[in-house]
C-alpha cells in the first residue's frame, strides 16, 4: 500500500507546487523508491481541453487519451513516469461522476450532498493504483481557503484520517515576502496560511517556504514554532536558473529527507543523484547556442507552449548547446515580410493550435524555411500548414486549405487539402466523429502507432521504423492528395498502421523539413530527450556553423 504525500499551497497562487511535487517525486526516484504523481484541480471544466491556452496553458496529452493540467508535463519530465487518465481529476468529473451515478440510481434515492457522496467519490479517486508504487504524490490545485478547493481539502482530511497512522502526510508550499523598505522577510503571510489550513483539520508535516532572499536560521525557528512544524521540516525554495536545477536543488536543503523523517523511514536509502548532474552538467557547460524561431498564435504566454521550450531544451543538451527560443506572432506575417523577422535564426518551429487566425503567417513561414533551406519543424497544426504550402506553391493547387477554416466561414473557399477527421482507428475498434459533436474529448486523442518509410529522415532520426507518439486533433492530412505532392518533393514518410492516416511529412531535397501531426514534445525528457528534438537542433547546430 502506497504512502500519500498531499501537497497543498498557500497565500498566493504559482508559487510552484507542480514543480516542487515533480522534484520530490525524483529525489524518492534516487534513493530507490517508485512514485506516481496526481493533479487534483478545483475548477468545474470537466478536463482543460476546452479551455483557451491564454486561460490555463497548454493542454498536456497521456498516452490513454487524457487532456489534463500542465503540471502533469512537469511529472513526466522530472520522473518518466507516464502519466495516465487517473493522474488527473477535476471537481467538474468529480461532480459529473456523482450525477451520473444519481441518474442511475446508484444511492438508492439518498440526498446527494458535498459530504459525504463528493468526498467519498474523491477519495475513491485517491485508491485507484495506491498498491502499484511506494509513494503517491498528490497536488492539490489553487490555495487553501479558496471556496471551489474545499472537497478537495475536506477529502484528504478524511483520506488520511482513515488510513494507518504514518501512511499520509502533508506538504505546504508559502510565500515568505522581502519587504525592501525594511530588509525584512515577513513570515506572517506563512503563519496565516497554515492557520488556515489547521482551521480545516489539516496540519502540515513539512513547509516550503518560496523566498527572494535567503532565510535565516532564526526565521525558519519562528515559522517552525508558530506554525507547529520541526525546525528541518522548514524547506526554503529559492528562485533557480532552470527548473531543472530543482531536484539538487531540492535535496541540498533537506526536502526528500524531511519527506522520509515525517514517515520515519529510517536508514533512509542513499540518494543516487547522478542523472540530475549529468543533466545540470549539460546545461551549464553548453558549447554553443542557437536560436530558434516558434512562429505560432499564443505567444504572449509561454506556458501555451510549455512542452515544445522545454522539448528544446532538451534537444540542446543532446547536443551541448544551449537554445535560445524566441517567441514570434504568426499574424505578424500577414502583413509583414517575414525576411527581416526570421533572418539569423537557425531553425523555425510552428506548432500547433486550432482555428484560422494566424494560419496564413504559419504558411508563410513555412515557405521561408523551405526556400532558405532552414531546418523546420511543423507539429500538428505546423505540418498541415507545410502541406498546405507545398499544395499551393509546388503542387500548384492556388487555392489548397484546410475544411477547418471552411467550417469556421460557414461557405466553402479552400480545396480541402486538411478535412475533418470522421473516422480512425483506436486499437480494435474504429472511432466515428461528426462536425456538430461535443468540442471535449472529442478529438483523435493519446497514442498511436505509425510506420516510417525507409531511408527516410525521420527513420534515421528515431533509429526505428515503428514508432507511437502522441495526438491530439480533429483535421487530418487528405491522403487523396498524396501521389499529386510526392511528385513535388513533399515524401509522406511516416503513415498508420492501414495506410490511411499521414503521420509525417518531409521535403525530400531539403537539409530537414518536418512536419508531424502527432506532438513529439510531450514524450521529451531533460535525461531522454524526444529524437526529433535531438536531431532537430543538430540540424541546428550545423546550419549555425555554417552562417
Known amino acids: 500500500m502506497a504512502r500519500y504525500v498531499f501537497i497543498t499551497g498557500g497565500v498566493v497562487s504559482s508559487l510552484g507546487k507542480g514543480l516542487a511535487s515533480a522534484a520530490l517525486g525524483a529525489l524518492l526516484q534516487a534513493r530507490g523508491f517508485t512514485v506516481r504523481l496526481r493533479k487534483l484541480d478545483p475548477y468545474l471544466n470537466i478536463d482543460p481541453g476546452t479551455m483557451s491556452p491564454f486561460e490555463h496553458g497548454e493542454v498536456f496529452v497521456t498516452d490513454d487519451g487524457a487532456e489534463t493540467d500542465l503540471d502533469l508535463g512537469h511529472y513526466e519530465r522530472f520522473t518518466g513516469v507516464p502519466a495516465r487518465k487517473t493522474d488527473s ?151 533557480l536558473k532552470s527548473i531543472y536545477g530543482a531536484p539538487l536543488a531540492y535535496h541540498a536543503v533537506g526536502l526528500d529527507q524531511a519527506v522520509l523523517d515525517a514517515f520515519m523511514i529510517s536508514p533512509a536509502p542513499r540518494p543516487d543523484l547522478r542523472r540530475w548532474e549529468d543533466v545540470m552538467d549539460r546545461l551549464t557547460h553548453a558549447e554553443g547556442e542557437v536560436r530558434v524561431a516558434i512562429v505560432g498564435k499564443y505567444t504572449q504566454l509561454e506556458d501555451a507552449y510549455k512542452s515544445i521550450a522545454e522539448a528544446l531544451t532538451h534537444g540542446g543538451m543532446a547536443n551541448r548547446v544551449r537554445v535560445r527560443a524566441e517567441w514570434i506572432d504568426s499574424e505578424i506575417f500577414e502583413r509583414e515580410d517575414p525576411s527581416p523577422h526570421l533572418e539569423g535564426f537557425h531553425a523555425i518551429l510552428v506548432p500547433g493550435g486550432f482555428g484560422e487566425r494566424g494560419t496564413e503567417g504559419k504558411i508563410r513561414a513555412a515557405t521561408w524555411a523551405r ?115 510526392e511528385e513535388c518533393g513533399l515524401r509522406f514518410s511516416g503513415m498508420s498502421p492501414d495506410g490511411r492516416l499521414p503521420e509525417i511529412v518531409e521535403h525530400e531535397n531539403h537539409p530537414w523539413f518536418i512536419g508531424v501531426q502527432f506532438h513529439p514534445e510531450l514524450k521529451s525528457k531533460p535525461f531522454a530527450p524526444h529524437p526529433l528534438f535531438a536531431d532537430f537542433i543538430r540540424a541546428a547546430v550545423e546550419t549555425s556553423r555554417l552562417v
Not at 468529473?93 to 444511492?107: A, F
Not at 477554416?405 to 461528426?434: C, N
Request: charged share 30%; glycine share 8%.
Open 371 to 485: 526556400e532558405k533551406k532552414i531546418p523546420y519543424l511543423g507539429i500538428c497544426l505546423g505540418m498541415q500548414m507545410a502541406v498546405i504550402e507545398a499544395a499551393r506553391n509546388l503542387a500548384g493547387m492556388t487555392d489548397a486549405g484546410s475544411e477547418e477554416f471552411d467550417h469556421e466561414a460557414g461557405a466553402k473557399r479552400f480545396t480541402p487539402v486538411v478535412y475533418h477527421l470522421k473516422e480512425w482507428v483506436q486499437g480494435s475498434h474504429r472511432v466515428e466523429r461528426k462536425p456538430g459533436d461535443d468540442k471535449g474529448g472529442t478529438m483523435r486523442l493519446g497514442a498511436y502507432d505509425a510506420h516510417l518509410a525507409d531511408a527516410s529522415l525521420v527513420a534515421r532520426a528515431y533509429g526505428t521504423n515503428r514508432i507511437e507518439e502522441r495526438h491530439r486533433h480533429r483535421y487530418e492530412v487528405d491522403i487523396a492528395y498524396r501521389d499529386r505532392l
Open 89 to 239: 481529476i477535476s471537481s467538474g468529473r468529480i461532480y459529473m461522476n456523482v450525477l451520473e451515478k444519481e441518474r442511475r440510481g446508484d444511492y438508492l434515492g439518498k440526498t446527494i450532498q458535498v459530504i459525504p457522496h463528493v468526498t467519498n467519490e474523491i477519495k475513491d479517486f485517491l485508491s485507484i493504483g495506491d498498491d502499484e508504487v511506494d509513494f503517491m504524490l498528490c497536488e492539490i490545485g489553487g490555495t487553501v481557503g479558496d471556496i471551489e478547493g474545499l472537497p478537495f481539502f475536506e477529502a484528504i482530511r478524511q483520506f488520511a484520517h482513515e488510513r494507518p497512522r504514518g501512511q499520509c502526510i502533508f506538504m505546504h508550499l508559502t510565500l515568505l515576502p522581502y519587504l525592501a523598505a525594511s530588509g525584512e522577510l515577513k513570515t506572517k503571510p506563512t503563519q496565516h496560511s497554515v492557520k488556515e489550513l489547521r482551521s480545516i483539520g489539516i496540519a502540515p508535516d513539512v513547509l516550503v517556504c518560496r523566498s527572494e532572499q535567503p532565510i535565516p536560521e532564526k526565521e525558519r525557528a519562528k515559522i517552525a514554532l508558530f506554525c507547529n512544524v520541526r525546525p528541518e521540516a522548514v524547506i526554503p525554495a529559492y528562485d
